[in-house]
Structure formats: C-alpha cells, structure tokens
C-alpha cells in the first residue's frame, strides 16, 4: 500500500553490517554463554559512563557486546563511581530529560529493529538476551552467594555483535588526513576531486557541495565515495527516526578494505594455478582459488544506539546535535537509491503499523513498561518518520 512504489530490478545498495539470521544470532550467544561455563568471562570496557563487556566464544574471540540494565548509568549496580557520583551529587545535570531511564537497553535492540525493518543495514544485530557472570558487576548479597555455591542471577540486557575490522570515525578521519598530507608532503599537493551518485564533479573549487577534504583518505575511487555516500545517508536516516540523542564521532564506524595491487592479484593467480595443478591427479574435483577482488569496499556502522527513542523532543539547553551534521558529505543531497528504498516504506500504512507493533514488543519487554509513556514515545517517532519523509 505504499504511496512510493520501488522501481523495477530495485536492489538495496548497502550490504549487512552483520549478515546473520536469527538462528546464527542465537547460536553465537550459546557460545557465549559455554564459554562462560569454561572460565572464558566477558571484559569490562573502560570507556563509556555504564557497565558493558566484551564477551568471547569458546575460542577467546571478542563476539559481542553485552549491556545489562542494571548496570545503565541510572542502574543500581552501574560499575563506574564516577556516574555515582555525579548522580547523587549533580542530579540536576545529570541524564537527559527527554529519555526514560534504564531503557538503553531496549533502545539498542529497538535501534537494530528499525534498521531491519528499512533494510539500512547499518546496525549490527543486536537483541534482548540474559547472560551470567562472575565478571559482572552484582550486589554484595549475590557475591556471599555465589561464595556459596548459589548460582549467579542471570542479567537482562542488550547484546550486539562485534564489529571486526572497524574503526570509529574520529580515528578513521584522523588517518585518513595523516595519510593525505603525508602523500602531499611528498609529491606536491594534488588536486582532490570527488563525484556525487550522478557522476557529476564535485571538486573543491567548482561547488560548496564537495566531499574533498583533507579527513578523506587519499586515492578513493567514485564507486568507493558512493559507498560511503550512501551508508552515510542510512546512518542519517536511522538517527533522525529514532531522534538519536548521543551520535558523536566516536559512536558510528567506518571498514575501508582498499583494493588490492597488481602483485597480489598476481601472487593470488599463481597459487591458484599451482593448486590447481597439484590436483589433476586426485580423484577429487578441483576447486579454483578466487583471487582477491580489485575494488575497494566501504562499510559504514552505528553503535551505541542506547540514548535514543525519546518520549519528547529536548527542550533544554542542550539540544544533543548529531556530530556528523557538520562534515562536507551532510550537504550533499540524498541519492536516489536512498530517497526510493525509504520512502517506499515511510508511505506504507502497513509497515508503520507492524513496525510499531514491533517496536511495543520491545518495549513491553521491560518490567516497567508505561503505556502512556510509549504512546509518547510513539508520537515522537510518527513525527520524526513524516519530516523525513517531507524531506526525501
């Protein structure tokens, strides 16, 4: 019933972040979980103003993220004193007043509901689990306990997958501008030239619309720049609908993989062929090895999604702008691409109704769910889907 219909032959232009399925999801937390049993326990991360932990697989491999809610920054148990302290002693500055609190979990696995539902693809996947552990932070009550023999009471909270291979965006930008004055520096300053979806110029002299920085890295290509144009804009979506209230620098992340050299396409070609030869008189069929692709591959992510889904806008000093509002790509138009596969869904009475079903399930999860709070909540997300939809 969409007002917007898709074009014909449409494809979704961005990849999965984390391409699992549910049953893969609940088969990684399993082996979080067994390796918790052998004495492999998650690892509290240092950063951040709540209690969250690295979990492992049976392996040693980092696979998750786990954010229990009793351990938020409103939590009873929040681990970092510092929050403690600046609760009880500054209360008048401390929170937000817009967002409900102990609910980061679910806004994490709601974050993730909605990037599903659009078909973003930034977000990794991310759900409601429980998970136990003598690293997480417990009462002094459950630690006698546990002394004793007593299990530890499992957690509620959120659990998201691992981003391997990415970085935020502060230390992406960072490189890439280390890299392209080091080329510079070198060679003599070279003319920066960039292209939008349509292929036209947007170099740094002819437009104000221009992707040409120095936090660029050196050398991307246009099918690379429109890689990272369009996660972009999904990143830009996302946190409009779901009003992110916390998206800095440090919160989103980019993968760039650059394209591989002549020699190792070259070294790749020989060692399938040698392969190859080594098995033209065995019984079993031979299998060619791929050599590495020749293009780049760019990946844009959002983590940390806990401070959204407000019940109202702020209203107070701090208005919580989005830290990417002011890099060069932000005033480039949406593509295309973007502007079909949203709209398609923002005017469809059918997909707001069973994503708001979707997005109650969530929410109902927790033991103090308010429904008049959630209508709030609801109305905040109504409006924020029609704007971005006059905008599109």
């Not at 070609?269 to 031979?286: D, K, Q, V, Y």
């Not at 923002?346 to 079903?357: I, K, Y």
Request: hydrophobic share 35%; charged share 20%; glycine share 6%.
């Amino acid at each position: 019933d969409s007002l917007h219909p898709l074009p014909l032959n449409f494809a979704n232009a961005v990849s999965p972040v984390t391409p699992v399925s549910s049953h893969q999801f609940l088969a990684i937390v399993e082996d979080v979980r067994a390796a918790i049993a052998e004495g492999i326990y998650p690892t509290r991360i240092a950063k951040g103003s709540s209690g969250s932990y690295f979990c492992r697989n049976r392996a040693g491999e980092i696979v998750g993220v786990f954010k229990p809610k009793n351990e938020e920054p409103y939590g009873h148990l929040n681990p970092k004193w510092t929050k403690w302290a600046h609760r009880n002693c500054l209360p008048c500055c401390f929170g937000r007043s817009c967002l409900i609190p102990n609910l980061g979990y679910l806004s994490e696995a709601a974050a993730s509901y909605m990037d599903r539902r659009l078909g973003l693809n930034v977000v990794p996947r991310t759900e409601v689990v429980e998970l136990a552990s003598p690293s997480f932070f417990y009462s002094a009550r459950d630690r006698r306990a546990y002394a004793r023999g007593k299990p530890l009471p499992p957690k509620l909270g959120s659990f998201q997958l691992f981003l391997t291979g990415f970085k935020d965006a502060t230390t992406f930008f960072k490189e890439g501008y280390e890299t392209s004055t080091s080329v510079e520096s070198v060679g003599g300053a070279t003319a920066h030239e960039t292209f939008d979806s349509n292929g036209r110029s947007l170099s740094r002299s002819s437009s104000v619309l221009s992707l040409s920085s120095p936090a660029h890295p050196n050398n991307w290509s246009e099918q690379t720049q429109l890689e990272f144009q369009q996660g972009f804009e999904r990143l830009v979506v996302l946190d409009y609908l779901i009003r992110n209230t916390d998206r800095g620098m440090d919160n989103w992340m980019i993968k760039y993989t650059a394209p591989a050299t002549c020699s190792d396409v070259s070294e790749a070609s020989t060692t399938a062929s040698t392969l190859a030869r080594g098995r033209m008189s065995t019984a079993t069929p031979i299998t060619s090895v791929p050599p590495p692709s020749n293009s780049a591959s760019l990946y844009v992510a959002a983590i940390d999604n806990g401070l959204a889904f407000p019940f109202k806008h702020p209203d107070r000093w701090r208005g919580y702008p989005y830290g990417w509002a002011n890099l060069p790509i932000a005033r480039i138009p949406f593509s295309a691409s973007t502007r079909n596969q949203i709209l398609h869904f923002l005017t469809s009475h059918e997909w707001w109704r069973e994503t708001l079903a979707g997005l109650e399930r969530i929410f109902r999860i927790d033991p103090d769910f308010s429904e008049a709070m959630w209508r709030r909540q609801r109305s905040v997300i109504r409006g924020e889907g029609y704007n971005l939809a006059e905008a599109l």
